[in-house]
């Protein structure tokens, strides 16, 4: 290639690179902001998990709520017992029906609906279509509430028992709701709301993972004691979009009162400011491993008297050396995997990431759990009730939920810098020394006690020998060996 062609190459790739340059520009300069999504009930984005584990976890086994699942064949056997379920519902009241489906399909309404969904996912719905789904799932979702829930499964003929129980676990999952709105609508119109609206509170707290403990002040929440105007007052303050986002609600609530709700939000900013300097200043991790090793360093767990995965406290005890971490109480069975990780699926979709409370609970107790043996340890404490099976299973649940996950980087950062200080005292160290080389083993205890009963004999005894009083005894000792030279 001659000299004068390479001059015409560079020449042409300066000028495209240069158009390049300039299309970026205008590609920048033209740039808009994306609308805004008003998608409140999501899709899972399915390339983050094997298919095998969204079959298992994401999808209904049972009934189909919502249009993300409408149609699956292997749910036609319950959708064919919605209607009937609806008229049980309205107890025949054929006129509350057709008042209600009124309401339902006024065409603002309809869209308001529509909306709820990830785009184009209702449009092949006609009006008349979607808005009959609604209906029927509405109504199937508070029959099941009002009827089934709580009672014994042979008062159900039409289901068996264990789709009663996979149903129970359909209805929270993040593809299979409905907007609350459509369950409002209907619970204005049966006949005995009230009743519907006492229930649908404990039919939350039912599935809430972290159980109370007895004899706390909120233990009266659980029972059907408060009125239909006051649960439905708390169901309007909530504000929520669906049966998940109200679990989430439940479960991530903050213990204070509206009066001091200002005033707690400004010192939770200024002791989250100071405890990321601090948290910065220590190299911005923490080096404490599992509950094995926070319990060699005097660290012991207990309940907590919240059913908030917001509140952790860090706490010292009576002995300079020990100190008691406040964990939320968990119940451990079938259902924890599903409902975990649905709420985590909600967290990543629709929420803050100052609100993802569940996913950073997960990735704590992830960090606390390396070994059955700190399942069992946090058994003992209360912490956590295993209804799975072996503490083998549960560390294992919990540290595959928690691989990937990130939570957010100011969750429970005051209780973990209080326990980082803690781990990392020279104090607490030697204890722990101890610990190992004495106290778990009984001989080396027993050996331990005698070696300091000698010590402090001897020390004793070369004291008396020292500074003891002269007696009468001395001076004779003394004239017998000045004398007769003993």
């Known amino acids: 290639m001659s000299l004068q062609d390479e001059k015409a190459q560079t020449i042409e790739v300066s000028d495209k690179t240069y158009q390049d340059e300039v299309s970026v520009i205008d590609l920048i300069a033209n740039a808009t902001s994306p609308p805004l999504s008003t998608t409140r009930i999501h899709r899972f984005p399915r390339m983050v998990k094997e298919p095998e584990e969204y079959e298992k976890y994401y999808v209904p086994k049972v009934v189909s709520i919502g249009p993300y699942h409408f149609g699956n064949p292997k749910l036609k056997m319950v959708e064919k017992l919605k209607p009937l379920f609806t008229k049980k519902l309205f107890s025949n009241d054929m006129e509350a029906l057709k008042n209600l489906y009124n309401k339902l399909s006024e065409v603002e309404r309809v869209k308001e609906l529509r909306n709820y969904y990830e785009e184009k996912s209702t449009d092949h719905f006609s009006d008349k279509v979607f808005t009959n789904m609604m209906l029927l799932d509405g109504c199937f979702i508070l029959y099941y509430i009002k009827f089934i829930f709580g009672e014994k499964f042979e008062t159900c003929q039409e289901l068996k028992s264990h789709q009663i129980v996979f149903i129970h676990q359909d209805l929270f999952l993040l593809e299979n709701q409905i907007p609350f709105k459509v369950l409002k609508e209907v619970m204005n119109l049966i006949k005995d709301d009230d009743h519907c609206f006492k229930k649908i509170i404990p039919f939350i707290n039912e599935n809430i993972f972290a159980r109370e403990r007895p004899k706390r002040r909120w233990t009266c929440f659980r029972n059907d004691q408060s009125s239909g105007e006051e649960a439905k007052m708390e169901l309007e303050n909530k504000n929520s979009d669906h049966l998940l986002h109200l679990l ?198 027993f050996a331990l006690i005698g070696a300091s009963i000698a010590l402090v004999l001897g020390g004793v005894q070369a004291y008396f020998s020292v500074w003891s009083p002269k007696s009468q005894c001395d001076d004779l000792c003394l004239f017998l060996k000045n004398n007769h030279r003993l």
Request: aromatic letters at 12%; one cysteine or more; glycine letters at 4%.
């Open 248 to 445: 989430h609600q439940s479960l991530t609530k903050k213990q204070n009162t509206p009066e001091n709700d200002f005033k707690q939000t400004m010192i939770n900013r200024c002791t989250n400011f100071i405890g990321c300097i601090c948290f910065v200043s220590h190299n911005n991790r923490c080096t404490f491993r599992n509950v094995n090793e926070l319990m060699d360093v005097g660290i012991d767990f207990k309940p907590s008297g919240t059913m908030s995965l917001a509140h952790i406290e860090f706490y010292k005890s009576w002995w300079f050396f020990s100190a008691n971490v406040e964990l939320p109480p968990i119940t451990v069975d079938d259902s924890t995997k599903p409902m975990l990780l649905n709420l985590v699926a909600y967290e990543m979709c629709s929420c803050d990431a100052n609100d993802s409370w569940v996913t950073s609970y997960i990735c704590l107790l992830d960090s606390l759990i390396d070994h059955p043996e700190d399942v069992k340890n946090l058994r003992k404490a209360g912490v956590l009730d295993n209804s799975l099976g072996s503490d083998k299973e549960v560390a294992k649940l919990f540290n595959e939920i928690g691989t990937d996950l990130v939570p957010n980087s100011l969750a429970y950062l005051e209780a973990k810098n209080r326990i980082q200080r803690h781990y990392e005292s020279w104090r607490n160290t030697l204890f722990s020394q101890l610990k190992h080389e004495y106290v778990k083993s009984p001989w080396a205890f």
